[in-house]
């Protein structure tokens, strides 16, 4: 939710500044802008994606510079309210990540000094306040701002007057880069991986002061020393690599993924704290939230434990009575609602856990402990191969707890996906991009990928989608079945085959097309489809695993038959920061 960059060396900063912010779209996309410091400060920003209209930027000069793009929460999406903010002389400008809650306020206490501002911005009541302070020393001048500010900011800060940039963190993430003689700030390392591996993640309400030559991080009064982290994603990770999109190639990445991930969660490597449980309670959002059901389901089933998982919004607001151990899953490790209602846990004595797959995240700060899932960097807005990577921790976590349950098919769950990345569905897509609206449907766990599934589809191709248990299509949504309303079935060999096929029948019956996911070879599935599509006979985990790869491919292929953007989706961002 709004990427930052800051860069200070012997390098022009402009092409450095737009090419991390290129790599952050991700977090937003609607506008962006740049500063760079000189004897006058240098701007450029603009409505629309940097990655289409980052021209006129790169001529912006100097060695030091910052940047932004945007995911408007106050104020329209516009050149005005596009980052960086300026002060009433232009001497200050800032880039920032989060919300300042207490900005209406400030806002007229600064008018009533005489301020102009000039956006609908949250952000710009920083820049004035740290104008207000302003005295010829920055650092100084935003230290003393930052305690009028309350909500969740990464502020980078820089002066017409001096060559440094004053970066502050609280709430909302930031990491250092550490070059040779040169240093890099951003919301996440993706930006600076193609200059450094090391990396120095600052806590809340660190202020740090970056000049060419060194860092200094303070906390309060006191200099503090951060550990330097290396970081082992690969440039290679952040970018295309022939592929159309991010979203194609990071479905392909999933089988290393999940291979990677598996093979990281062991019994000797989970973190104690896990310990027996006699029960779990897990919190996540949107697709996290279904990878959740999915756990729930299959710990329920493998070894009797039961599970409740709750949408971290509404835990934080109204918590169920809660003890023993929280699970809190998000991939971005930055999700607002997910972290608190991991503190939220914390209050009631919960041992908690984040699965998530960002090191140095903002979850992994706060939980008693982190299990670590090894995706790599995931670039396009929809989930896909952090979501396989938790089912791999979650299952591995199951087979941990429930004696090796899953036996040894996790281990070769890799070669299950790489089966199905090219089924053809072309029959399919046909159908699903004249759709006027798609109902998905399953029975225990193939319900929660039919959630999933769903999520992708209006996600990326904006069709109208919606997840439902099997049974429960005839109690309403029967109501809105006609020949432009398909419907996707998964239909595995387990206890509720039989009534799977009286469900795909009944809604056959009132002339919805019906495309099912089924075992191949499946004669009577074959026979009653109107478009099959045959998936591996094996485990159940797998099938999970293959159904649900099928699924991300029939949204990525829909969307790209519509034209749509299928890395950037109108209105979202891939890491949200606020409630
Ligand atoms: C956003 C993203 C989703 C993601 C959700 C939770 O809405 O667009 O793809 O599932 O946040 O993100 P998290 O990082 O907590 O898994």
């Known amino acids: 939710m709004c990427g930052i960059v800051g860069y200070i060396g012997r390098r022009k900063a402009a092409p450095i500044v737009i090419e991390g912010l290129k790599k952050l779209e991700y977090r937003g996309y609607d506008s962006f802008g740049i500063a760079t410091q000189g004897k006058k400060i240098g701007i450029c920003k603009h409505e629309g994606k940097i990655s289409e209209n980052s021209g006129s930027a790169l001529n912006l000069k100097g060695t030091t510079g910052i940047g932004h793009t945007r995911w408007a929460t106050h104020g329209v999406p516009n050149d005005v309210n596009a980052h960086p903010h300026t002060d009433c002389t232009n001497r200050i400008a800032v880039v920032h990540n989060g919300i300042i809650e207490n900005y209406a306020e400030l806002k ?18 920083i820049a004035h306040l740290i104008e207000e302070q302003y005295k010829g020393d920055l650092l100084s001048a935003v230290s003393d701002a930052v305690p009028y500010l309350k909500g969740s900011f990464a502020i980078l800060a820089i002066s017409s007057e001096e060559n440094r940039i004053v970066a502050v963190r609280y709430a909302s993430p930031l990491v250092l880069g550490i070059g040779d003689n040169e240093l890099f700030a951003a919301s996440d390392m993706t930006p600076v991986l193609e200059h450094t591996e090391r990396a120095v993640f600052l806590e809340d309400g660190d202020i740090a002061d970056l000049s060419r030559e060194k860092v200094t991080i303070y906390h309060g009064k006191e200099v503090v020393e951060r550990p330097m982290e290396l970081i082992d994603w690969s440039i290679e990770d952040t970018k295309k690599g022939g592929f159309p999109h991010y979203m194609l190639k990071e479905i392909y990445e999933q089988p290393q993924a999940f291979y990677n991930s598996v093979r990281a969660c062991t019994k000797e490597t989970l973190p104690a704290i896990i310990g027996k449980p006699s029960s779990v309670t897990l919190v996540a959002c949107g697709s996290s939230y279904n990878a959740g059901l999915i756990f729930k389901y299959l710990l329920e089933e493998s070894c009797g434990i039961p599970a409740r998982l709750e949408y971290a919004s509404e835990f934080k607001y109204f918590p169920p009575p809660v003890s023993g151990l929280v699970i809190g899953i998000t991939q971005s490790g930055e999700t607002a609602d997910t972290i608190s209602a991991l503190k939220q846990a914390k209050t009631h004595n919960c041992r908690t856990l984040a699965i998530t797959n960002v090191l140095g995240s903002s979850v992994s700060r706060i939980s008693d ?57 072309t029959a399919a897509v046909a159908l699903c991009r004249k759709a006027a609206s798609i109902f998905y449907v399953g029975r225990g766990p193939f319900y929660p990928v039919s959630l999933e599934g769903a999520l992708k589809m209006k996600e990326i191709s904006y069709i109208h989608a919606e997840g439902y248990a099997a049974g429960e299509l005839k109690h309403g949504p029967f109501a809105l079945l006609t020949p432009e309303t398909p419907v996707v079935a998964i239909c595995m060999p387990d206890d509720t085959y039989g009534v799977m096929i009286s469900n795909i029948k009944e809604m056959m019956a009132r002339g919805a097309p019906v495309i099912v996911l089924g075992p191949e070879g499946d004669k009577e599935l074959i026979d009653i489809a109107d478009i099959f599509i045959p998936l591996p006979k094996s485990h159940k985990f797998l099938q999970v695993l293959t159904s649900l790869v099928v699924l991300q491919l029939l949204a990525y292929h829909t969307a790209v038959a519509l034209g749509r953007d299928v890395d950037k989706p109108r209105n979202l961002a891939k890491s949200v920061t606020v409630e």
């Open 108 to 125: 007229r206490q600064l008018i009533s000094k005489g301020h102009t501002f000039r956006s609908e911005t949250d952000t710009e009541v």
């Open 369 to 425: 402990a982190t299990v670590y899932m090894r995706a790599g960097p995931e670039i396009s807005v929809a989930a896909t191969k952090s979501f396989t990577a938790q089912l791999a921790v979650l299952m591995q976590l199951i087979n941990c707890l429930c004696e090796d349950r899953a036996g040894d098919f996790l281990l070769h769950g890799h070669r299950a996906i790489e089966e199905v990345l090219l089924k053809d569905l």
